[in-house]
């Protein structure tokens, strides 16, 4: 069985500049959620989707969006880049929600110069 | 804002030595589940345990649980160069959400 596809892998941005970045779950699993990675602040939950609906958020300005297709498949967008948006994004993917385990993606690897 | 902490937070050993890790978190819990990192790559799922087990087995690996204390500890016997990564545990609060509050995470280097 296939893991939890991100892409792409690295991105260079350039402030202002929005991005998409893609995450495709295990096949079977409906929850997909979303994580920043940053040396400073450790790992954050952004977002968090089940059957295409937006179930939970974290913390995060509004220019951080996602959303969910009708296979699973997930998309965030980060818009008008900020240099502190650079980060490791991680996707997890779970069977349901909540009370099981999540698998992770190997991450999309943003820079914003 | 982190839930739980992670001790220590560097860890050095040598191949072969086991490794302790431990975790504390502040409020209740569904389950805890354990990852591992390799230098900035994807996170590896190693464990989950549930808040109603006290100890699970995988492997190398050996995973306590201590509700009454909100703490967990990941024990890897016998280690090996390969383990060398950060380890993160994650709380799972709600059985409404999958969101996963993560530690700060430990780096265990296993020297050969």
């Known amino acids: 069985k296939a893991g939890v596809t991100q892409t792409p892998r690295y991105l260079i941005k350039t402030r202002g500049q929005q991005v998409t970045l893609s995450c495709s779950p295990i096949s079977g699993h409906r929850s997909v959620s979303w994580y920043q990675q940053t040396p400073g602040q450790g790992l954050q939950f952004l977002f968090e989707?089940?059957?295409?609906?937006?179930?939970n958020k974290g913390n995060f300005p509004g220019r951080f969006s996602g959303r969910q297709f009708s296979n699973s498949r997930s998309e965030m967008n980060v818009s008008t880049l900020e240099l502190g948006d650079s980060a490791l994004y991680l996707c997890a993917s779970s069977l349901q929600i909540g009370n099981t385990e999540a698998f992770f993606g190997q991450g999309t690897r943003l820079t914003v110069v | 804002s982190q839930q739980g902490e992670e001790d220590p937070q560097a860890l050095s050993i040598q191949e072969g030595e086991n490794a302790t890790m431990n975790c504390s978190y502040k409020t209740s819990i569904n389950n805890l589940q354990w990852y591992r990192q390799n230098s900035g790559r994807g996170l590896v799922h190693l464990i989950l345990?549930?808040?109603?087990?006290r100890e699970k087995h995988s492997g190398r690996l050996r995973v306590t649980l201590d509700t009454s204390k909100k703490s967990s500890s990941l024990l890897i016997t016998a280690s090996r160069a390969a383990d060398t990564a950060s380890y993160f545990c994650?709380?799972?609060?709600?059985?409404?959400?999958?969101?996963?509050?993560f530690g700060q995470g430990t780096t265990l280097q296993v020297k050969p």
């Open positions: 994650a709380t799972d609060n709600s059985g409404n959400t999958g969101k996963l509050i």
């Open positions: 345990i549930r808040s109603n087990e």
């Open positions: 989707y089940f059957s295409e609906t937006q179930r």
